[in-house]
C-alpha cells in the first residue's frame, strides 16, 4: 500500500512500507468509521474528536476525501497545525472554555456525524450539536462511552480485519493519497525505549518499529 510520506519529527525519507505497516490496524478503525458506520458523503458535515491522534489523522483524510466538511479536535499549536495540514476545514481545542461556541459558529447548521476517538465531558457538549437523525460512531473501548440521547443514532464497533478488509484499505489509501504522520521510528532491538517514549505521552504521530533492513 503506497503512503505518502509525512514524516513529524523524523527525517523527510521515504517511509511507504514501514507507513503501510504503522497504519493498517488505526486505517481499518478510521475508514470502517467513516465509511460502514457514519456513512459519510459529499456535502456531510462531520466532526473528528480526538483528530490528532493514530486513528483521527486517517479519518481527518477519510472524511475529507469523501467530500465532507471536515472538522478536527486537538490540542496545542502542533496538534493544531497538523490536523489542518492534513485537510481539516477547522480545527478545535476541545478543554478551551469557548470550544463549543466556536464549533457552532464553523458549523452553525448542526454536525450530521461525529467520530468520538476519545471520551470527556467535552465531547458531550459537541454532541449536543449534532441535528436529529444525525450519527455518533465509537470505537469500541472509548471511555466513557457517549450518552444516548433523543434523535440521534450512537453505534459502537469494531474494525473488522481480514483479506477483503485490508484490500479495501488500500484503495482507499491510493485514491486519497493518505499521509502517515511518523513521529520517531525506532529498530525493533529498542523497542522498550519506543513503548518508554510512548508512555510520556503527547506524541504526534505514530511510533513506529523497523523490523528489518535499512537505516534510520
Do not use: C
Amino acid at each position: 500500500m503506497a503512503v505518502d510520506a509525512d514524516a513529524v519529527g523524523h527525517a523527510p525519507e521515504r517511509l511507504d512500507l514501514l507507513k503501510a505497516g504503522a497504519a493498517a490496524v488505526t486505517g481499518l478503525t478510521a475508514l470502517q468509521g467513516v465509511d460502514d458506520v457514519l456513512r459519510v458523503r459529499p456535502g456531510k458535515t462531520v466532526l473528528i474528536f480526538g483528530a490528532s491522534g493514530a486513528v483521527g489523522t486517517l479519518a481527518v483524510q477519510f472524511a475529507k476525501y469523501r467530500g465532507a466538511t471536515v472538522f478536527g479536535t486537538a490540542t496545542g499549536r502542533d496538534a493544531t497545525l497538523l490536523v489542518r495540514r492534513l485537510g481539516a476545514d477547522g480545527v478545535i481545542d476541545a478543554r478551551s472554555d469557548d470550544a463549543v461556541e466556536r464549533l457552532r459558529s464553523l458549523a452553525p447548521e448542526g454536525l450530521d456525524a461525529v467520530l468520538a476517538l476519545a471520551g470527556s465531558r467535552a465531547l458531550d457538549r459537541f454532541l449536543d450539536l449534532v441535528r436529529a437523525g444525525g450519527w455518533v460512531a465509537y470505537p469500541n473501548g472509548v471511555e466513557p462511552e457517549p450518552r444516548p440521547r433523543p434523535s440521534v443514532r450512537v453505534r459502537a464497533y469494531d474494525a473488522a480485519a481480514g483479506p477483503r478488509e485490508f484490500a479495501r484499505l488500500a484503495s482507499a489509501v491510493e485514491e486519497a493519497t493518505l499521509r502517515v504522520p511518523v513521529a520517531e521510528v525506532y529498530p525493533l532491538a529498542q523497542a522498550a525505549q519506543a513503548h518508554e517514549r510512548l508512555e510520556k505521552g503527547h506524541v504526534l504521530g505514530r511510533i513506529a518499529l523497523r523490523i528489518r533492513g535499512g537505516r534510520r
